[in-house]
């Protein structure tokens, strides 16, 4: 069994988790072009290497982050989001869609 | 015993030196026209039909490891075409063919055993939708027919029909379904390819891509640099990485896929048994050992280590399918490191690099392709990088043009 330890709900089988994908900066939606919001949805670095991931704890609906080496598997940290989103992220309005 | 065998074994020398399949290792040349990174099945496919179909000979596959020890070794050696799309069923169909004559082609036996896959449904949309890839896979000239469950039990009569409190409640029966001995159809490929002169480089690791001027003009290795008139990466799990070398990233995350197999019993099992909604499949071996395979692992992962985690869920669902399994012993478990897509679909073709070319994105599911890939990847190098109608639904260029080609549905845990 591996254990992943949850900054809320402490150490627990990584059974209980989901993965969320590699935290990253995502762009404004109705200002950014098709190319760069394709690359935001599907392209990856996919690299060996330590990553900063989403992970949620589903029985307690918990997002949090952990870092973690992608060849070994080792867990170096998991902390709360808020260590590093510290103020609100906003996007620009979309544009109206006018209704025939 | 024949006295020849007897001689052999007191023979100092290998007797068999001089009809071995493939030749003794040379140094690299200098220069070579096309380069193939990977020699997975894929990889040396593609040099078989360069060689066979365009007379193109002055080819060097690069393996790090040894011919075929990648997913190529690993895979459970599912053979089928009822996919979903008209683009993969049209694709994979072409592949069913040409496994079919592989045997007599090498005059070497791949074991093609053609027995028919069963897919189970559980669900009323289950049904809907194996109702719409039998016609799919008719239309394209598959023989896939929904069965109901009494057809089912005559096939599988030891299969319980309720498993896990979901019953069976309808089939798509496939017979084109097959398997083959994977590690003989690189085997296959590779003593073809290198007898019209194709050179295979194991223990030659790619470590770098040299690219000038939008155009790749050379392979750095740990054996030295080869200068190339173009270059073919079919690397699967290590996708990403090789991409990287050469300067773009690929839609691509790459997981570890897990599969294991028991000790051997007798004959009972025929067609190959999956349930995408149990995540598993099962099927009987030649020898009579029983194969177990499912999903990828939950999260991405360069590595192929086993984990209990995965033995749990999918024996516990395979012997949800076949009870009376649960006293049977495992004898081995292993991984292999699968290049996954978005859209479970193949990225095939051109890359932003001019004369660098594509054959990834395989995933859980590039073994039954192995023939066509080489094929068609043979043609596009063959023609300068003109990209055959086959593939083209295949480019990498989709996910920028939001064109996926969604074979989820026809892939997940059947592979
Ligand atoms: C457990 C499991 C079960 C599967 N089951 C099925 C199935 O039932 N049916 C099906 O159709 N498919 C299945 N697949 C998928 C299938 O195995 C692969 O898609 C297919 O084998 C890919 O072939 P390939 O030749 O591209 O890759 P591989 O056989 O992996 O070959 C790639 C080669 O590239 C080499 N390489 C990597 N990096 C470098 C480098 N830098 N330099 C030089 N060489 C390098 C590797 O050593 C490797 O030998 C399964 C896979 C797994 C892991």
């Given at each position: 069994m591996k254990i992943l330890n949850c900054p809320l709900n402490g150490p627990r089988n990584i059974s209980e988790f989901v993965h969320g994908g590699e935290v990253r900066d995502m762009p404004d939606p109705n200002l950014c072009s098709d190319s760069e919001w394709a690359d935001y949805v599907f392209y990856y670095e996919n690299s060996i290497t330590v990553i900063k991931e989403w992970w949620l704890h589903a029985p307690s609906g918990y997002w949090f982050i952990a870092e973690r080496h992608t060849a070994t598997d080792e867990i170096l940290k998991t902390y709360d989001p808020s260590e590093i989103y510290k103020d609100r992220v906003e996007f620009s309005q979309p544009p109206k869609e006018s209704v025939a | 015993m024949p006295f020849s065998l007897l001689k052999y074994g007191l023979?100092?020398?290998?007797?068999?030196e001089k009809h071995a399949d493939l030749p003794a290792p040379t140094e690299l040349k200098s220069s070579y026209d096309v380069v193939i990174i990977g020699g997975g099945g894929h990889g040396v496919a593609t040099a078989y039909y360069l060689a066979k179909y365009h007379g193109i000979t002055n080819v060097a596959v690069l393996e790090k490891?040894?011919?075929?020890?990648?997913n190529t070794a690993r895979n459970t050696a599912v053979i089928r075409s009822n996919y979903l799309t008209s683009e993969g069923v049209k694709f994979y169909t072409e592949s069913v063919k040409l496994f079919e004559g592989l045997s007599n082609e090498f005059d070497f036996?791949?074991?093609?055993?053609?027995r028919g896959q069963l897919t189970l449904a559980h669900t009323d949309a289950a049904v809907r939708g194996f109702r719409q890839r039998a016609e799919i896979n008719k239309h394209f000239g598959g023989k896939t027919e929904l069965i109901d469950p009494q057809q089912i039990r005559e096939l599988v009569p030891t299969l319980n029909m309720n498993p896990g409190h979901l019953p069976v409640l309808a089939g798509l029966w496939h017979m084109d379904g097959a398997t083959a001995r994977h590690d003989a159809v690189a085997w296959g490929y590779a003593k073809g390819a290198t007898q019209r002169g194709v050179e295979l480089h194991q223990l030659?690791?790619?470590?770098d891509v040299i690219v000038e001027n939008g155009r790749v003009t050379g392979i750095k290795t740990n054996r030295g640099t080869v200068n190339c008139g173009c270059a073919i990466q079919a690397v699967a799990g290590h996708s990403s990485l090789l991409a990287a070398k050469a300067g773009f990233k690929m839609p691509i995350l790459s997981y570890p896929l897990q599969a294991m197999v028991t000790q051997p019993v007798k004959p009972f099992l025929d067609p190959l048994v999956s349930s995408p909604s149990l995540h598993c499949y099962v099927q009987q071996t030649g020898r009579g050992e029983l194969v177990f395979g499912g999903g990828s692992d939950p999260y991405p992962l360069y590595n192929t280590r086993s984990t209990m985690d995965l033995k749990e869920s999918l024996l516990a669902h395979a012997i949800e399918l076949?009870?009376?399994?649960?006293n049977m012993r495992l004898m081995r478990q292993w991984a292999g490191l699968t290049d996954m897509t978005s859209d479970y679909s193949p990225i095939m073709g051109l890359s932003p690099v001019e004369n660098y070319y594509l054959d990834a994105g395989w995933g859980t599911w590039g073994f039954k392709s192995t023939p066509i890939c080489g094929k068609t990847m043979a043609e596009l190098v063959a023609n300068g990088g003109k990209v055959p109608e086959l593939i083209k639904p295949f480019a990498m260029d989709r996910f920028k043009t939001f064109q996926q080609v969604n074979e989820m549905g026809a892939t997940a845990a059947s592979h």
């Amino acid at each position: 069994m591996k254990i992943l330890n949850c900054p809320l709900n402490g150490p627990r089988n990584i059974s209980e988790f989901v993965h969320g994908g590699e935290v990253r900066d995502m762009p404004d939606p109705n200002l950014c072009s098709d190319s760069e919001w394709a690359d935001y949805v599907f392209y990856y670095e996919n690299s060996i290497t330590v990553i900063k991931e989403w992970w949620l704890h589903a029985p307690s609906g918990y997002w949090f982050i952990a870092e973690r080496h992608t060849a070994t598997d080792e867990i170096l940290k998991t902390y709360d989001p808020s260590e590093i989103y510290k103020d609100r992220v906003e996007f620009s309005q979309p544009p109206k869609e006018s209704v025939a | 015993m024949p006295f020849s065998l007897l001689k052999y074994g007191l023979n100092k020398d290998y007797p068999f030196e001089k009809h071995a399949d493939l030749p003794a290792p040379t140094e690299l040349k200098s220069s070579y026209d096309v380069v193939i990174i990977g020699g997975g099945g894929h990889g040396v496919a593609t040099a078989y039909y360069l060689a066979k179909y365009h007379g193109i000979t002055n080819v060097a596959v690069l393996e790090k490891g040894y011919l075929g020890g990648g997913n190529t070794a690993r895979n459970t050696a599912v053979i089928r075409s009822n996919y979903l799309t008209s683009e993969g069923v049209k694709f994979y169909t072409e592949s069913v063919k040409l496994f079919e004559g592989l045997s007599n082609e090498f005059d070497f036996n791949i074991m093609y055993s053609k027995r028919g896959q069963l897919t189970l449904a559980h669900t009323d949309a289950a049904v809907r939708g194996f109702r719409q890839r039998a016609e799919i896979n008719k239309h394209f000239g598959g023989k896939t027919e929904l069965i109901d469950p009494q057809q089912i039990r005559e096939l599988v009569p030891t299969l319980n029909m309720n498993p896990g409190h979901l019953p069976v409640l309808a089939g798509l029966w496939h017979m084109d379904g097959a398997t083959a001995r994977h590690d003989a159809v690189a085997w296959g490929y590779a003593k073809g390819a290198t007898q019209r002169g194709v050179e295979l480089h194991q223990l030659t690791e790619v470590t770098d891509v040299i690219v000038e001027n939008g155009r790749v003009t050379g392979i750095k290795t740990n054996r030295g640099t080869v200068n190339c008139g173009c270059a073919i990466q079919a690397v699967a799990g290590h996708s990403s990485l090789l991409a990287a070398k050469a300067g773009f990233k690929m839609p691509i995350l790459s997981y570890p896929l897990q599969a294991m197999v028991t000790q051997p019993v007798k004959p009972f099992l025929d067609p190959l048994v999956s349930s995408p909604s149990l995540h598993c499949y099962v099927q009987q071996t030649g020898r009579g050992e029983l194969v177990f395979g499912g999903g990828s692992d939950p999260y991405p992962l360069y590595n192929t280590r086993s984990t209990m985690d995965l033995k749990e869920s999918l024996l516990a669902h395979a012997i949800e399918l076949f009870p009376f399994m649960a006293n049977m012993r495992l004898m081995r478990q292993w991984a292999g490191l699968t290049d996954m897509t978005s859209d479970y679909s193949p990225i095939m073709g051109l890359s932003p690099v001019e004369n660098y070319y594509l054959d990834a994105g395989w995933g859980t599911w590039g073994f039954k392709s192995t023939p066509i890939c080489g094929k068609t990847m043979a043609e596009l190098v063959a023609n300068g990088g003109k990209v055959p109608e086959l593939i083209k639904p295949f480019a990498m260029d989709r996910f920028k043009t939001f064109q996926q080609v969604n074979e989820m549905g026809a892939t997940a845990a059947s592979h």
